[in-house]
């Protein structure tokens, strides 16, 4: 093994860790080694049992990426047969009601958007592709020819001999006891009495990742769940049809209506089951086997089957593949997955300890596109591909407790097949995380979704009784039925009350942190693209970018005093980004040091917007703050009504006003003075369906939805947040000119030409009848009356073109337009047009 640094460690030998191995040693980093508590042909996790089902369609860009990847890998893997390690005999998702066929139109869309072929079609062609089908049950069905079937374990053997030839080292029935680390960052693995040196140490091992992270003290929110899965005998249909014994050469189908899917395998058909009730695992109940006793039969991951849980599952099968009446269940396993509060995997390093990276909750499907993205993140600290949604520091500190975990992994998997909104919250648990203003937002009515813990209003059915009142221009057109979901028109009264009067929001939810010490100021200026060094008062819109020039945060930051700054941040994972490089300067200059703490928790904030909401801050405090008193993006201590507030002057919705931070103790009664004061003003409390329409009016970008570490500040639209004053280095400098010219899609506006189509996001847009792009934020704009579409569409497309959105199976035609579409000039925002229909 060559000694260049780092030493890596990665623990577990499945499709993950023997890719990231792989992957490492492709772009340079032979200094692996790789240890695996089973035998390295069968190490006896969920790869040594999977299925192999890849399927590309997905929600998120990135996964959907990570699923191409594999296809493309796992192809070029051929063995000694010449073979490659990938079956590509295509994807099929059927629907057995109107529903299902809806939601397939809209994965279906996911595909384009993406660049993944896709064709919805018809009963006839869904039974010549697998003519098993009962006729009479199917209705369509999505086709997705480049999905296949994962040669799991081969391909994994494969990139093990690849990485062993490129120098890394692999140890088979080798358990880890313990991590070592000092000063904060991992030092070495311990497996009973040895002990590995490392600089880093990657955990890919699936569902024993907690019980790793528990040796670093590092939570790996992960619940390992049984899932079923069993063969047939062989079906009469099936007959010299495949290669045996587990050939396939039709499409991977799936029955989603009920929970099922199923592959070809030989003359028998594999059937997996979600429809079952959830089944924890712990690790502890695991059997025990040595590693000369695992066999493919026999394995950790792999427990007695339960027909008890399979014999609905079996008839529906029977009824949906007529044929396999014919046949028995002749045997079957309940295999252990994993499965984590949203449903997405584990990527990334620990906030707690620097150098302990996990790449958990993985499936076949993902594996080495994620270890292309882990080894890409080590070797240069960057993925080329976006991992914020799947970053392992997303959740909040309340969502990776053992209960939350275990609750919500078993919703994920009930729910794994259901159609659901993009809007639709979960059911339980609730009510986790609440504002001070909670009580007054229930006694108005507030209809709460809930996002990262928080309940947030949507609405308050307080307000329709202003319905009446609703200018007719404003009032928004009736939707189709699932644009309705998660909506009401009450959001055209709160938008128009923003506008003409005044509204209170709850941002309390908008994640802060308090960043101090002497060293802060530097460290936030070395890492943001505007200035940090200014004046207290001071409040700046400013980006986070990767040594690439890739967005990785939108911030808003004030410098409230010299060596004090509060920073309004995205998740998690900018609390991570934060401390993990507050900890790395305290240590190479205790002088500069710096402290970053959440104060999320402890405060609340209060949104208050609108052309009349000066006159209500001047019956209730005695600091001047008009608009020349305080400007636009500055900060001021001040007090309403006794009641200690830092004020912003900050406004995501367009409208002059205010963030008002207070501490959290404080919070009900500040709600209960402004409300008192704004009622001669017609004062309201708005939603965040409101806010999401008059951000979109505005023009405001959200990251992680707008743009990602995938794109560059210009072709975002943020190429204004990069101060051209500021000479200073910061992180991702030096790439910005390149990335930039490189850039071959910007960020765009839409508006919808029949001016009642609203979209939700994540639709394809087709330029010339090509599918071009993608809708990231819609809403409808009260305002400018019209449904608004942010998109992602190529550099050559123009302001006035004519484009299409596909929505739900449908073209609906939208045109290009300039943004934003509300106030360009700022006036509102600025203060230097108030006026306004009042009530």
């Not at 045997?331 to 620990?350: A, I, K, M, Q």
């Not at 979109?696 to 570490?709: I, Q, V």
């Not at 009848?769 to 409808?780: D, L, Q």
């Amino acid at each position: 093994m060559s000694h260049t640094s780092p030493r890596i460690v990665i623990i577990g030998a499945g499709i993950v860790g023997a890719n990231l191995a792989d992957e490492l040693a492709q772009l340079g980093h032979t200094n692996v080694l790789v240890l695996e508590q089973g035998p390295l042909g069968i190490p006896g996790g969920s790869t040594s049992h999977a299925p192999g089902l890849v399927f590309s369609s997905n929600g998120s860009k990135s996964m959907t990426e990570f699923a191409q990847y594999t296809i493309e890998k796992l192809t070029s893997l051929t063995g000694a047969d010449g073979r490659g390690s990938f079956l590509p005999v295509g994807g099929l998702e059927i629907a057995t009601n109107e529903e299902r066929l809806q939601d397939l139109h809209r994965r279906a869309g996911w595909n384009r958007s993406y660049g993944v072929e896709a064709h919805i079609v018809d009963a006839d062609e869904c039974l010549k592709r697998f003519p098993m089908l009962n006729p009479d049950m199917v209705l369509g069905g999505l086709l997705t020819p480049g999905d296949g079937l994962a040669l799991a374990a081969k391909g994994t053997q494969l990139v093990m001999e690849r990485a062993k030839a490129a120098g890394v080292e692999f140890r088979d029935r080798t358990a880890v006891t313990d991590i070592e680390q000092s000063g904060g960052r991992v030092t070495a693995v311990v497996a009973g009495e040895e002990r590995f040196a490392a600089d880093i140490v990657v955990s890919c091992a699936g569902f024993w990742g907690p019980a790793i992270g528990e040796m670093v003290g590092t939570a790996v929110p992960l619940l390992p769940l049984a899932h079923q899965f069993a063969w047939t005998t062989p079906a009469p249909s099936l007959a010299g049809v495949n290669e045996l014994p587990s050939g396939a050469s039709r499409p991977i189908l799936r029955y989603q209506d009920r929970d099922l899917y199923y592959r070809e395998w030989g003359e028998t058909i594999g059937i997996g089951s979600y429809a079952h009730r959830p089944m924890a695992v712990s690790l502890d109940d695991l059997p025990k086997y040595r590693p000369e006793e695992i066999t493919s039969e026999k394995m950790p991951s792999s427990l007695p089957f339960t027909p008890e849980d399979f014999a609905a599952e079996w008839e529906a099968t029977q009824e949906l593949l007529p044929d396999l009446k014919n046949t028995e269940i002749q045997r079957g396993f309940n295999g252990v997955f994993s499965f984590t509060p949203d449903g997405g995997s584990l990527v990334g390093e620990s906030r707690h300890v620097n150098g302990f990276f996990v790449a958990e909750a993985v499936w076949v499907t993902h594996a080495p596109g994620i270890a292309k993205a882990v080894a890409e993140l080590i070797a240069t600290g960057h993925s080329n591909t976006d991992l914020s949604d799947c970053d392992l520091n997303r959740f909040e500190d309340v969502q990776t407790t053992p209960e939350y975990v275990e609750e919500t992994g078993k919703q994920n998997f009930v729910e794994i097949y259901d159609v659901r909104h993009p809007l639709e919250p979960r059911t339980s648990p609730r009510d986790v995380r609440v504002s001070p203003f909670h009580e007054q937002q229930k006694a108005l009515g507030a209809f709460f979704l809930e996002g990262t813990g928080w309940e947030r209003p949507h609405w308050f059915e307080s307000n329709a009784d202003l319905l009446d009142e609703l200018p007719a221009e404003w009032a928004a057109p009736e939707r189709d039925e699932w644009a309705a979901k998660f909506h009401s028109p009450i959001a055209a009264v709160e938008a128009w009350k923003t506008r003409t009067a005044v509204a209170m929001f709850d941002m309390t939810p908008l994640k802060r942190l308090e960043i101090t010490g002497p060293g802060a100021g530097p460290l936030l200026h070395g890492l943001t693209t505007s200035s940090m060094l200014r004046a207290p008062g001071a409040v700046s819109y400013t980006l986070l970018l990767d040594e690439a020039g890739g967005i990785t945060s939108d911030i808003t930051v004030a410098r409230l005093s010299e060596e004090r700054y509060q920073a309004g941040v995205n998740s998690n994972v900018d609390l991570a980004y934060f401390s993990r490089l507050a900890r790395q300067q305290t240590e190479q200059d205790p002088s500069q040091w710096v402290s970053v703490r959440d104060i999320t928790s402890g405060t609340c904030c209060i949104g208050l917007w609108g052309p009349l909401a000066a006159a209500v801050m001047a019956k209730i405090s005695r600091d001047d703050m008009g608009k020349d008193a305080l400007k636009y993006f500055r900060a001021k201590e001040i007090s309403i009504g006794g009641v200690p507030v830092t004020a912003m002057r900050l406004s995501y919705v367009g409208e002059f006003g205010w963030e008002l931070y207070a501490s959290s103790d404080v919070g009900s009664k500040l709600w209960d003075i402004i409300w008192e004061a704004g009622r001669e003003h017609g004062i309201i409390a708005a939603g965040r369906e409101a806010f999401g329409s008059m951000r979109l009016e505005k023009g405001f970008r959200a990251f992680g939805t707008d743009m990602t570490s995938e794109h560059e500040p210009n072709q975002a639209g943020l190429g204004f947040a990069v101060k051209a004053t500021k000479t200073d280095d910061f992180v991702g400098k030096s790439a910005l000119a390149e990335r930039a010219a490189a850039a071959t899609k910007r960020l765009r506006c839409l508006t919808v030409d029949d001016g009642v189509s609203v979209v939700l996001g994540k639709e394809p847009v087709y330029v010339d009848g090509v599918a071009s792009g993608y809708v990231t934020s819609a809403a409808y704009g009260y305002t400018v009356r019209k449904p608004i579409a942010y998109a992602w569409l190529p550099n050559s497309v123009e302001t006035g073109d004519g484009v299409e959105i596909e929505y739900l199976g449908r073209r609906v035609a939208a045109t290009v337009v300039d943004d934003p579409l509300y106030d360009p000039e700022m006036h509102r925002l600025r203060g230097t047009e108030l006026a306004a229909t009042t009530v």
